[in-house]
């Protein structure tokens, strides 16, 4: 039998970001992370309750014990998936940083997966957790740390290069958040990062978010980002937080 897990809290939305943008998911929300960015906004603290939506895309939450088992969250995702059949492309397992617990999940996914693809959402940093995963997951999101808008304490660049080529040959992309102080030179290390291993692999640029959900970037920066990552990789995109805009969770 597995460990049971503290999950933060379970709903049913819009993904907003990177390679399944417009996606409907069940997001799994795993507390805890190794960072600490400037700009996260998400309460990731272990507590004796999570929250579960009432109904799936409800908004409305209730109380759930924690820790959650496999068991019971399998449970959960069959039920909105019964509710709402065809509505939900994947679950995304989130956080925090959901690969702090691997070898919990590298049990976990192999039953979840029989009802629903597995989407990653990590912050690359983790490239040995990632090895006991990655051949029960289905997508893989990885969320690039810029120092000029994570702010994160020291520079993250070999670890993110040592997570690219463990992910290798999985369905990557990756995403940075870029704002006004972001460096050219920061955008050409991720190029190169990317075409050490793969140029073909999907970059997002995502533009940095305020409080009140509006863009904190001017327009005419972010075109600059992306005319310059596009200079070295066929596939750049840009693509702001979806779920803020629709004002969903």
């Given at each position: 039998?597995?460990?049971?897990?503290?999950?933060?809290?379970?709903?049913?939305?819009?993904?907003?970001?990177?390679?399944?943008?417009?996606?409907?998911?069940?997001?799994?929300?795993?507390?805890?992370?190794?960072?600490?960015?400037?700009?996260?906004?998400?309460?990731?603290?272990?507590?004796?309750?999570?929250?579960?939506?009432?109904?799936?895309?409800?908004?409305?939450?209730?109380?759930?014990?924690?820790?959650?088992?496999?068991?019971?969250?399998?449970?959960?995702?069959?039920?909105?998936?019964?509710?709402?059949?065809?509505?939900?492309?994947?679950?995304?397992?989130?956080?925090?940083?959901?690969?702090?617990?691997?070898?919990?999940?590298?049990?976990?996914?192999?039953?979840?997966?029989?009802?629903?693809?597995?989407?990653?959402?990590?912050?690359?940093?983790?490239?040995?957790?990632?090895?006991?995963?990655?051949?029960?997951?289905?997508?893989?999101?990885?969320?690039?740390?810029?120092?000029?808008?994570?702010?994160?304490?020291?520079?993250?660049?070999?670890?993110?290069?040592?997570?690219?080529?463990?992910?290798?040959?999985?369905?990557?992309?990756?995403?940075?958040?870029?704002?006004?102080?972001?460096?050219?030179?920061?955008?050409?290390?991720?190029?190169?990062?990317?075409?050490?291993?793969?140029?073909?692999?999907?970059?997002?640029?995502?533009?940095?978010?305020?409080?009140?959900?509006?863009?904190?970037?001017?327009?005419?920066?972010?075109?600059?980002?992306?005319?310059?990552?596009?200079?070295?990789?066929?596939?750049?995109?840009?693509?702001?937080?979806?779920?803020n805009l629709l004002g969903a969770l």
């Amino acid at each position: 039998m597995s460990e049971p897990l503290y999950i933060s809290e379970i709903f049913s939305s819009i993904q907003g970001e990177g390679m399944l943008a417009g996606r409907r998911q069940i997001f799994v929300r795993l507390t805890g992370c190794n960072l600490d960015c400037r700009y996260c906004d998400t309460d990731f603290e272990k507590s004796d309750t999570g929250r579960l939506e009432s109904n799936p895309g409800s908004g409305t939450f209730l109380d759930l014990p924690q820790p959650l088992s496999q068991l019971e969250l399998s449970a959960i995702i069959n039920d909105w998936q019964s509710r709402l059949p065809g509505a939900h492309h994947s679950v995304s397992f989130t956080g925090g940083e959901p690969l702090l617990y691997a070898e919990t999940l590298a049990e976990w996914f192999p039953e979840i997966r029989k009802s629903l693809p597995i989407h990653l959402e990590t912050n690359g940093t983790l490239p040995n957790a990632l090895r006991q995963v990655k051949k029960c997951v289905d997508y893989i999101s990885m969320d690039m740390k810029l120092p000029s808008t994570a702010g994160c304490a020291g520079q993250l660049w070999d670890q993110h290069a040592l997570f690219l080529q463990e992910a290798h040959g999985s369905a990557v992309s990756v995403k940075v958040v870029v704002g006004e102080l972001t460096l050219d030179s920061e955008i050409l290390q991720v190029c190169d990062l990317i075409s050490s291993v793969d140029a073909a692999m999907p970059l997002f640029l995502q533009p940095l978010s305020l409080p009140d959900g509006t863009v904190g970037v001017a327009a005419a920066q972010i075109l600059h980002l992306q005319e310059l990552a596009a200079s070295r990789l066929p596939d750049v995109r840009v693509i702001p937080q979806m779920h803020n805009l629709l004002g969903a969770l």
